[in-house]
């Protein structure tokens, strides 16, 4: 018998194995492996049918388990519901103290957000939704915990009076939840300070957009045109076109009309011809008069940016940029020549009737119906053009009847010579290019 065992063993091995000892022990390990593994599903995988009552308990057991782990899950439950129900009358009885300091539960709110809060409320305890499994998730509790930390030591530094440190707490502030207009709002209800300092909301403003990384940390258009309206209360021009020239702005239509006005008070200072002061928004701050081509050129870049073409063309006319404005209207495809009267009648001058009559962008007699406070000048400069001929051959709003009222409008101001110029050129346009 173990001859015969020996010798099926055996026939599984060459003759060259039998005689090497590496080989040898290689065979034995692996069947050594087999063997533990056998033992091992025979112990685990099967057991002795006396075995199945014990089984039956254990499963009791773990039943029994099962059950106190949801009901400790359904208390949990309940205990998150009413912690938002009091999130909720917090924020109620909040709004009746706004503007004096942020409150935790709009911040929570904010912070978690992509829920109101009223809506979770009127969640049953015990239903079961994906967005009341995941408020349930430990590791969230634990960020709700960090946020409302953070949020009291942001209270405490602007309590304090430590506004720059506030300033830096908010704009890192985790999820960006101290990045709103509430913050704003609390750092604008600070009193200035006095002594030539910089006023606390100024600080919050630089430091805010400081950290912007790239568009999606951006602050909101209404934030945005408060960081501006902000610095140019304080005369900080320059600090508006680092802004705008690093791109870290959200631009809008409301922020070009701000900058534009401002430019508008340089201008005045500039006529002035000394530099002077006037007032905004109650804080005196002083204007350079150089300083309107620079405001007047970021709020283009401002309109530009939001899509508002004809508010930026407008601004490139008051600039004096008259050919410039023309290439950029041409080159957005998208202006009309009722456009162009559009922005002549927001700058009724009359370098701007003659570049858009030069251009053939309008017609000669819809100028002169806009620049009818200089009529005189307008048709003067008209009829004393080299290139009147082409003017009237590529105007093609300009009717018949339209070149007799112009005539009869030269007659009464008295430029004879500019009218009749007018008279034998768009004769001769009518005999050389009219069918």
Aim: glycine share 6%; net charge negative.
């Amino acid at each position: 018998m173990t001859t015969e065992k020996r010798q099926r063993v055996l026939t599984k091995i060459t003759l060259d194995k039998s005689t090497n000892i590496e080989a040898l022990e290689r065979e034995l390990a692996e069947l050594e492996l087999n063997i533990r593994m056998l033992r091992e599903a025979e112990t685990k995988r099967f057991v002795a049918k006396s075995r199945k009552g014990d089984l039956l308990c254990q499963l009791e057991k773990k039943e029994e388990l099962r059950e106190k782990v949801l009901q400790s899950n359904e208390d949990l439950k309940q205990r998150l519901f009413n912690l938002r129900m009091g999130i909720e009358a917090t924020l109620a009885f909040d709004d009746n103290l706004a503007g004096r300091r942020l409150s935790l539960s709009e911040v929570v709110e904010k912070a978690l957000a992509g829920e109101n809060l009223k809506k979770l409320s009127s969640i049953n305890p015990g239903q079961q939704t994906p967005s009341s499994v995941e408020d349930d998730d430990p590791a969230k509790e634990k960020e709700t915990q960090m946020i409302l930390e953070y949020m009291e030591r942001w209270n405490e530094l602007l309590g304090e009076e430590k506004y720059e440190a506030a300033a830096i707490h908010a704009a890192n502030s985790p999820k960006g939840v101290l990045r709103n207009s509430e913050t704003f709002l609390a750092f604008k209800n600070v009193k200035q300070v006095s002594g030539g300092e910089k006023s606390p909301l100024l600080i919050y403003c630089e430091i805010l957009l400081s950290t912007v990384t790239h568009r999606s940390t951006r602050p909101s258009k209404a934030d945005s045109v408060e960081c501006v309206k902000c610095a140019l209360d304080h005369g900080k021009l320059e600090l508006v076109a680092h802004w705008l020239a690093n791109d870290v702005l959200e631009c809008c239509v409301s922020m070009g009309a701000i900058i534009e006005e401002y430019a508008v008070a340089a201008g005045q200072q500039r006529d002035a011809g000394d530099e002077q002061r006037y007032v905004k928004a109650d804080v005196r701050v002083r204007v350079l008069g150089t300083g309107f081509r620079l405001a007047y050129s970021l709020a283009v870049t401002s309109y530009m940016r939001c899509g508002a073409d004809k508010q930026a063309a407008i601004c490139m006319c008051k600039q004096g940029r008259l050919y410039g404005m023309v290439a950029f209207a041409r080159d957005t495809g998208s202006f009309k020549s009722e456009d162009y009267i559009g922005v002549l009648e927001a700058v009724p001058e009359l370098e701007v009737g003659l570049v858009l009559v030069g251009a053939s962008l309008v017609g000669v007699y819809r100028v002169l119906q806009v620049l009818e406070s200089d009529r005189k000048g307008f048709l003067k400069a008209l009829g004393s053009r080299e290139d009147l001929i082409d003017i009237i051959r590529k105007d093609g709003w300009t009717s018949s009847s339209d070149w007799t009222k112009i005539v009869i409008a030269c007659e009464e101001e008295n430029v004879w010579e500019e009218g009749i110029n007018i008279v034998a050129c768009e004769l001769v346009n009518r005999v050389l290019f009219d069918n």
